[in-house]
């Protein structure tokens, strides 16, 4: 093929939704963003409208075309927002109800009743999914229950189901295709990762009808054509990648082998790294497949932090500041946080901790505590919540984790890459490209198109500048404010000597 020719990599995540023109150097010609509305009809609750995301591929893409035009456009690719969940007619394609996104703990009661009945371990040792609301079959389970007659019009096999990937692929080819790959389907808590097969048992448990599954194919699939009049692309270009966008970013970092971990900072954060084999935590982590390749999947260690980068915005808001950057130069105007921690749960506490009841703290007021105190503080829990969960990764595996590689709008912040380089003892390196997801679907592409491509180069490497002494004198503030959270007992120590 030419030189000349590009993917359209599309990154649909929960805050916005993108389209970026790619090279097969990784270099970005065009791109377009729209922003996604979130709603939260109940505490704890958080959706999204299923036709709105749809629309805003379409929109993203309209963008580009209209920029650069589709003589050129070989390929799309997908890296999607994952754990978040449609429920749709199988003959007239529309939904049923929202997308429930991953953030939702609705299905909190279904989890807590499985748990009561003792089926947590087994649903782990399957899926390497401890058993959460996070993660999507107990939510598909709420919208048949919830939804009127949606559950018998489902045991005729009148509905589809799927991760944000397959409703996006089912749109864009018109009810042509209903399919997902490993990377999501491992996401779902209903696909066995060591058969790499849907799971008949655990559907059963989650009472979700096998027939309205997607099926299950390579992340460098062909997975379908556009249909006519679906985008502004015309028919027949081929859909050559999907992959969730975490994976994505992992393969966009270029990482191939064990050894680095890749955190991408959004809404919540995200870190994986390979395993080399399939591994089952003992500490908090999930076990995930990380893409697959000409039907051979790669295997990955994850951990999920629910509220990451919307810590600093939800601060910013109780601050009266603009926004999170205006958060971030607030907290730059002080030395410390004088004291102050912010375990932001606000929706709960993922990895390590597993906590769907937990909710947000501030410890260690005084008089002295001023708001850039508070702003500071929200900062910092971005970076504790990132090393509790590589520390955690450090204990499940052999391989030393001798670097973090970031990406997301947050790895831009050069004083939280700092201050996530001090608390970790590790180099934490970042890419002028923050849309790693996007590029790493679009080499995914090329890949499946037999079409070399190079990874996201390095731009800069932040080195840790304090002791030791005060990484465990930070680490053991955080880990005490984590402790009066969850109402247990603070730790005597600290993870400060566990990645050395």
Not at 76 to 93: F, K, P, Y
Request: one cysteine or more; aromatic letters at 6%.
């Amino acid at each position: 093929m030419s030189s000349t020719n590009f993917v359209l990599a599309i990154d649909q995540g929960t805050t916005n939704t993108k389209a970026l023109l790619v090279t097969a150097d990784g270099r970005v010609l065009h791109q377009a963003s729209v922003p996604n509305t979130v709603t939260y009809p109940q505490p704890g609750w958080a959706e999204q409208s299923a036709t709105a995301l749809v629309d805003g591929v379409r929109q993203v893409i309209a963008q580009v075309v209209a920029k650069a035009g589709a003589s050129a456009i070989v390929a799309l690719a997908i890296s999607n927002q994952r754990e978040s969940i449609v429920v749709w007619d199988a003959a007239t394609g529309e939904p049923i109800g929202p997308c429930i996104i991953w953030q939702c703990r609705r299905s909190a009661p279904k989890c807590e009743f499985l748990r009561a009945a003792g089926h947590a371990d087994a649903i782990e040792r399957k899926t390497g999914l401890a058993l959460d609301p996070l993660f999507p079959a107990a939510k598909i389970a709420w919208l048949l229950d919830n939804v009127s007659g949606a559950r018998a019009r489902a045991e005729r096999g009148e509905l589809r189901v799927g991760t944000v990937d397959s409703w996006l692929l089912w749109s864009l080819t018109n009810g042509a295709v209903h399919a997902t790959d490993h990377s999501n389907a491992s996401r779902t808590q209903l696909f066995d990762t060591a058969a790499l097969q849907w799971d008949t048992d655990l559907a059963n448990l989650f009472d979700v009808p096998r027939s309205m599954l997607p099926e299950v194919r390579s992340s460098d699939s062909n997975f379908g054509h556009l249909a006519e009049g679906t985008t502004a692309l015309p028919a027949g270009i081929p859909i050559h990648a999907m992959i969730g966008d975490s994976h994505a970013a992992l393969f966009g970092h270029g990482v191939r082998t064990p050894g680095a971990v890749k955190a991408t900072y959004g809404t919540g954060t995200s870190l994986m790294t390979l395993t080399g084999e399939r591994v089952l935590s003992s500490h908090g982590i999930s076990s995930t497949i990380a893409w697959s390749q000409n039907g051979l999947p790669v295997h990955a260690l994850e951990g999920n932090i629910s509220v990451s980068g919307q810590s600093a915005a939800f601060m910013a808001e109780m601050l009266g500041l603009t926004d999170a950057a205006a958060l971030s130069e607030l907290a730059e105007t002080v030395p410390n946080s004088n004291g102050v921690s912010f375990v932001p749960a606000l929706v709960g506490l993922g990895a390590p901790y597993w906590r769907s009841d937990a909710r947000g703290t501030l410890t260690g007021m005084s008089l002295g505590t001023k708001p850039a105190h508070l702003a500071r503080a929200a900062i910092e829990a971005i970076a504790f919540q990132v090393a509790d969960v590589f520390s955690a990764m450090q204990r499940d595996i052999t391989v030393r984790l001798a670097e973090l590689r970031a990406d997301g709008g947050a790895s831009q912040n050069g004083f939280l890459m700092q201050f996530q380089a001090d608390v970790l003892g590790r180099p934490v390196t970042t890419g002028d490209a923050p849309e790693v997801s996007a590029l790493g679907a679009a080499a995914l592409a090329f890949a499946g198109l037999g079409i070399a491509t190079s990874t996201v180069p390095e731009t800069k490497r932040y080195i840790p500048t304090i002791s030791e002494n005060d990484r465990a004198a930070h680490l053991f503030r955080w880990h005490g404010a984590m402790a009066q959270t969850l109402h247990t007992q603070p730790r005597t120590g600290t993870n400060g000597g566990e990645l050395s």
